[in-house]
């Protein structure tokens, strides 16, 4: 009987000590917290995405980082399989919006607690609070882990300690030192699906307005590189919001290459410029005898009209029978190009996942193992593979931990 250690109780870390148990190794999964799955807990705002019911290569897709490197995990385990084996777990399930799917008691408790519950039907010797210092190693294969002052024999480990995202639920970017200490190499870390901070100070008189059915492009060095379609939020140090997260991880790694980061917010999207125009127009001719920041309020949020009325250069309590052409035309750009300066991320802490990692050149796609240390395998976010929110994240945690599982216990 082969045993394996894994180190991490988080979702990739779980997964891989079932499938291994199941194939019949000795299993001790390691946790340096003091209970499992801290950040699966929080992960869908508490609820759990656990998956996207979205076919192989749209998963990919929403994977920028490295997706195609999963290409063989999520074969043998795709988003079928990880609602097959929740719901065989006990775990009902049900498919939102954008094929996001989530436990039916919409707790990510439950989750949680059918892993647990899974491992120990199992026999997975479980130890919270066993920070691991060390993997041993001897002519290039794996031996062991130092965990404090003890050390415990392996013929596989699997490392699964996550990202340097979160780090209050464990993922402190331990993984990534240990896996440098054995050779590997560690790409730059950046934060993703984080929120961005503006040089305008004006956003702290939006805190709070979110704004949906916007369209948001982002620019580098007034280059457009990409854009998305949806909600997104104001909050007191820039913005937010599910657009503004996806974007995030580009607008990243823009920064830190030392780019000039924009994003122009078409407020309108739906409208084209002349229909916006008439729209205005009408608006106008309803309002005529009010100023002009009284004119807006169909069409704007109250808080964001002095704003808007500001950048388009627009005496806010200019009559409307005084606003001239040029005026109205500086309006209809605001409205279709309202600009916001990014400064930076927010902190990694913030982050919902790390963008870099153990680069995946070093890693065998197919089971996981590292090319460099016999018997070493990875799973999850520790690796540079990071996915838009959506269920990406975690299905692809749970695809590579099966995978890591399965091939250790060979």
């Not at 190794?25 to 609820?47: C, H, P």
């Not at 043998?76 to 049900?94: L, P, Q, R, W, Y």
């Amino acid at each position: 009987m082969k045993r394996v250690i894994v180190i991490g109780g988080g979702a990739a870390g779980m997964m891989a000590a079932i499938q291994a148990a199941k194939v019949g190794a000795s299993v001790l999964l390691l946790e340096k917290t003091n209970r499992l799955g801290r950040k699966l807990s929080i992960t869908g705002k508490g609820r759990c995405n656990i998956t996207n019911a979205a076919d192989i290569q749209e998963i990919i897709k929403n994977i920028p980082g490295n997706g195609k490197f999963l290409n063989s995990v999520l074969r043998a385990f795709n988003s079928t399989d990880v609602i097959n084996f929740f719901e065989s777990i006990g775990v009902k399930t049900k498919v939102e919006r954008g094929n996001r799917v989530f436990p039916e008691s919409d707790k990510a408790a439950d989750v949680v607690n059918a892993l647990i519950a899974q491992m120990q039907t199992l026999g997975v010797e479980i130890r919270t609070s066993a920070r691991v210092t060390d993997i041993l190693t001897k002519a290039e294969r794996v031996i062991g882990v130092e965990v404090g002052d003890k050390i415990e024999s392996a013929d596989s480990v699997i490392l699964a300690v996550g990202g340097a995202s979160y780090p209050a639920t464990g993922s402190t970017g331990d993984g990534f030192k240990m896996a440098e200490n054995l050779g590997h190499t560690v790409t730059k870390i950046l934060p993703a699906l984080v929120p961005l901070e503006t040089e305008e100070s004006f956003v702290k008189d939006l805190q709070g307005l979110s704004l949906r059915n916007v369209r948001v492009t982002l620019l580098a060095d007034n280059k457009k590189i990409t854009e998305e379609f949806g909600e997104m939020l104001f909050t007191h140090f820039g913005v937010s919001g599910p657009i503004v997260l996806t974007l995030s991880r580009k607008a990243a790694f823009l920064l830190d290459e030392g780019k000039f980061v924009e994003l122009s917010i078409n407020l309108k999207p739906a409208l084209t410029p002349e229909q916006l125009s008439a729209r205005v127009l009408r608006d106008f001719e309803k309002y005529k005898r009010k100023s002009i920041k009284n004119a807006l309020i169909d069409l704007l949020p109250s808080s964001l009209i002095p704003i808007v009325l500001d950048l388009a250069y627009i005496d806010e309590e200019k009559h409307i029978d005084t606003v001239t052409q040029a005026e109205r035309r500086r309006l209809i750009e605001t409205l279709r190009g309202f600009r916001l300066t990014i400064t930076k991320t927010r902190p990694i802490d913030e982050a919902i996942v790390t963008a870099g990692g153990i680069s995946t050149k070093e890693i065998n796609p197919k089971t996981m193992e590292s090319k460099l240390i016999q018997g070493l395998f990875f799973a999850g976010e520790v690796i540079d593979i990071d996915g838009f929110t959506g269920g990406f994240n975690l299905q692809a945690a749970f695809s590579m931990g099966n995978a890591a599982g399965r091939f250790s216990s060979i």
